[in-house]
T-cell receptor, first 116, second 114 residues
Framework: GDSVTQMEGPVTLSEEAFLTINCTYT??????LFWYVQYPGEGLQLLLK?????DKGSNKGFEATYRKETTSFHLEKGSVQVSDSAVYFC???????????????FGTGTRLKVLA | SAVISQKPSRDICQRGTSLTIQCQVD?????MFWYRQQPGQSLTLIAT?????????ESGFVIDKFPISRPNLTFSTLTVSNMSPEDSSIYLC???????????FGSGTRLTVV
């Protein structure tokens, strides 16, 4: 079945360091891919998305490229800030849930801690 | 894009009691979803709530434990019934904006059962 695999955290970086959080997927076809971010004490927010192969999603300095050859959607940022400390989730819409609508599969989440 | 207001943001409850979580969306949405996020883990879908019909529950979740209401296209509630410490989690509601747009989430309810 469809699945999402994320690198395990926590990831601890110094401010202005380069960030990569790996995400690979298995899926039927070429679904849209998403990154969500969860700041401490909050719900999830959509960070960026890509709807087809070779698309690059970007937002707030974060980027991720949909690579079908490697079935990957790695999240990158050139220079992280303390305010980027959060948990990051990779996700894709997968098989339909029992209600008939699409059921999203979320990765296990990667906690990022940025030190000043 | 839709904005979802969820409340309460957190609560500490006694075992055996029930808590109702509310989500209000600022625009009409067809489907709303309820997730559970246990400490340090990813999200697990509890059920899908479609206005005008009974919620559809995922494997491992039952209506008696997690009754859901969806009285209109902008509102939904989830009740966690007869709580035990194992129910301590973050509960999140969300709305589907379409397969290419992802979900919008509420800010979550952090529930602690003592």
């Amino acid at each position: 079945g469809d699945s999402v695999t994320q690198m395990e955290g926590p990831v601890t970086l110094s401010e202005e360091a380069f960030l990569t959080i790996n995400c690979t997927y298995t899926a039927t076809g070429y679904p849209s891919l998403f990154w969500y971010v969860q700041y401490p004490g909050e719900g999830l927010q959509l960070l960026l998305k890509a709807t087809k192969a070779d698309d690059k999603g970007s937002n707030k300095g974060f980027e991720a490229t949909y690579r079908k050859e490697t079935t990957s959607f790695h999240l990158e940022k050139g220079s992280v800030q303390v305010s980027d400390s959060a948990v990051y989730f990779c996700a894709l819409p997968s098989s339909r849930s029992t209600s008939g609508t699409y059921k999203y599969i979320f990765g296990t989440g990667t906690r990022l801690k940025v030190l000043a | 894009s839709a904005v979802i207001s969820q409340k309460p943001s957190r609560d500490i409850c006694q075992r055996g009691t029930s808590l109702t979580i509310q989500c209000q969306v600022d625009s009409q949405v067809t489907m709303m979803f309820w997730y559970r996020q246990q400490p340090g883990q990813s999200l697990t879908l509890i059920a899908t709530a479609n206005q005008g019909s009974e919620a559809t529950y995922e494997s491992g979740f039952v209506i008696d434990k997690f009754p859901i209401s969806r009285p209109n296209l902008t509102f939904s509630t989830l009740t966690v019934s007869n709580m035990s410490p194992e129910d301590s989690s973050i509960y999140l509601c969300s709305a589907d904006r379409g397969i290419n747009y992802g979900y919008t989430f509420g800010s979550g309810t952090r529930l602690t059962v003592v």
